[in-house]
């Protein structure tokens, strides 16, 4: 027997190809190994970034007397979460409904039909909090196996039983209206820090999704507790230690209430919601701190996590090596001392630094190292002398043993990424990220598309550059057709609608069940012990509500009474869960926002070397009307020639000038020629 993972394109799995381990990939010959040996599976899931998963790594599974026993007893099998998030999903439901939390690690044993029988997450070597060492249980896991395999099968059954019993039925709930979306906002209220910004306690993660409906809620009603609930929270965390204050983007989380420590890791997905989120609260706002973090963290994107064939890599890690140490820890990249910034900048600009962003002689973090913020009480300085200083930090970090980074494309993160870079070049005049948001497009459809005789799929991961074998996911579809839609209303380019299109039918082909939910899988994917159907919204959209706002985007666009009614029928979760779990449906409610602000259609026609169509145009991007969809380009004749988009079809230029037209509910405003009349169509609607 040997390791099988060598050949892997997740770097989550390589990074344990080397183990003592007998780790296979998730694979039907893994099971049928464990079928044939007659011992149970045991099941590890993680991701590249995961601190706790490099830990358990290293004390257990680099371990040779742990993996000796492993492979004598077991059968070993290795997921990536962000490869295989249905495979996650499923074991994670488990998990949760028996011990009531989870996380990774996942530290699942499963018969070889692929029934769990016994859960948990990060063992240590040694006991530990009242926490059995992995090798208790190990053994106490073979004991039952093979002393008591009645009650094993039967709570494994009894499990797998439970889990079916557990089919969501929002397909009936109904529409979400203007109630249930006003109640949503009375939930966030009560949630709602409103002394350090953001909702709940520690630990305390960014909430784009949640911000992104209160911008929209404000455009629609006029709220001001919802605009200030957004603008609060957003100058918080991007004075907090979990922004990075010399290279921008955002970390994963803060362990604590006032955003100073995270978890250092930073995910593509968190990035990109919140880039997009910063560039929206700028275009509600005019807030200089708005603009510079989505700039700033646009830019990050683009420097550390841009690969060379044009995609966006997962994340970077959250450890690395501590140069005066050797030692891998958590923040060694990113935290600093007093005596390290006179090392870098001299007594006197040190001081002035360690008073700007908030270094102390004790220390935010451990070992006497501070994140750097910009606490609200800090000096006024000279803005030159400031970045003057972060670029000399900046270039001495950059000699510091940088953090590991997640290769591997995943295509729904993508998605997210090419919708805030495509934004973010077009309001903030950058042409070369609405470049970089068309390349990372381009990948997708070149290496990630697959239509063979007709079967067609959108492949989950690439590394680079070439396809993963795990199929793509409903978050995958809905999140890259939204990344298409947005770089379709900017480049003007109807390619992008059109294969915007072609997911979002597969989305109601192979996703979609009789009562209008939606499943995680396709109808054909691989048959797990049960079908995932997660409408919920956490670190990132789910693939229900991603799939419902390209839906109802993309229903705007063509007029399809098919994929707005779909879009309508998934919203009903929303309905069902907005009064009650406002947190944790933020993407829901954002869609259910443009469903009832009609969404606009917004048509721009007028010749490309007309100048004023650059001014149309961008009044039309910068308009809040929540969810607005944007189509410019010629006129489309009534035989379909000319403009690229449906929305065009039969508009005609007054007085041969650039003319913009918003249409909602089945009614148009007048014509205009005007970006200010435009953007008075395209603004809040008062109550």
Known sequence: MSNRLAHETSPYLLQHADNPVDWWPWSPEAFAEARERGVPVLLSVGYSSCHWCHVMAHESFEDELAAAYMNEHFVNIKVDREERPDVDAVYMEAVQAATGQGGWPMTVFLTPDAEPFYFGTYFPPAPRHGMPSFMEVLEGVRTAWVGRPEEVAEVAQRIVRDLAGRQLDYGKAGTPGPEELALALLGLTREYDAVRGGFGGAPK???????????????????????????????????????????????????????????????LYDNALLCRVYAHLWRATGSDLARRVALETADFMVRELRTAEGGFASALDADSEDPQTGEHVEGAYYAWTPAQLAEVLGADDAALASAYFGVTDEGTFE????????????????????????????????????????????????????????????????????????????????????????????????????????????????????????????????????????????????????????????????????????????????????????????????????????????????????????????????????????????????????????????????????GAVVAVGLPRAADGSGGEFPLLAERTLVRDLPTAYVCRHFVCARPTTDPVELADQLGAVHP
């Open 205 to 267: 993660f960014p909430p784009s999704m949640v911000l992104e409906f209160l911008l929209r809620h404000h455009a629609r009603t006029g709220s001001e507790g919802a605009l200030q609930m957004a603008a609060d929270t957003c100058e918080a965390m991007a004075r907090g230690g979990i922004y990075d204050q010399l290279g921008g983007g955002f970390a994963r989380y803060a362990v604590d209430r006032e955003w100073v420590v995270p978890h250092f890791e930073k995910m």
């Open 367 to 626: 070992h006497g190292k501070s994140v750097l913020q910009l606490p609200q009480d800090g000096p006024v300085v000279d803005a030159g002398a400031i970045a003057g200083i972060r670029q000399r930090l900046l270039a001495a970090r950059a000699e510091r043993p940088a953090p590991g980074r997640d290769d591997k494309i995943v295509a729904a993160w993508n998605g997210l990424a090419i919708a805030a870079l495509a934004e973010c070049g077009a309001y903030f005049d950058r042409p070369d990220l609405v470049e970089r948001a068309t390349e990372a497009a381009d990948l997708l459809v070149r290496v990630h598309f697959d239509v063979p005789a007709g079967r067609a799929r959108l492949a989950r991961t690439s590394k680079d550059g070439r396809v993963g074998a795990n199929a793509g996911v409903l978050e995958d579809y809905g999140d890259v057709a939204e990344g298409f839609l947005a770089l379709a209303a900017v480049t003007g380019e109807g390619v992008w609608l059109e294969f915007a299109g072609f997911l979002v039918d597969l989305v109601l082909d192979r996703f979609t069940a009789e009562d209008g939910s939606l499943y995680d899988t396709a109808h054909d994917a691989e048959q797990l012990i049960r079908r995932p159907q997660d409408p919920t919204d956490s670190a990132a959209p789910s693939g229900w509500t991603a799939a419902a706002g390209a839906l109802l985007s993309y229903a705007a666009h063509t007029g399809s009474e098919a994929h707005r009614t779909a879009a309508e029928r998934a919203l009903g979760v929303v309905h069902a869960l907005g009064p009650r779990v406002p947190r944790f449906i933020g993407h829901g409610l954002a869609v259910a926002e443009a469903l009832l602000d009609g969404p606009r259609e917004v048509a721009v026609v007028g010749h490309p070397e007309d100048p004023a169509l650059a001014g149309l145009h961008r009044a039309a991007l910068l308009g809040t009307a929540p």
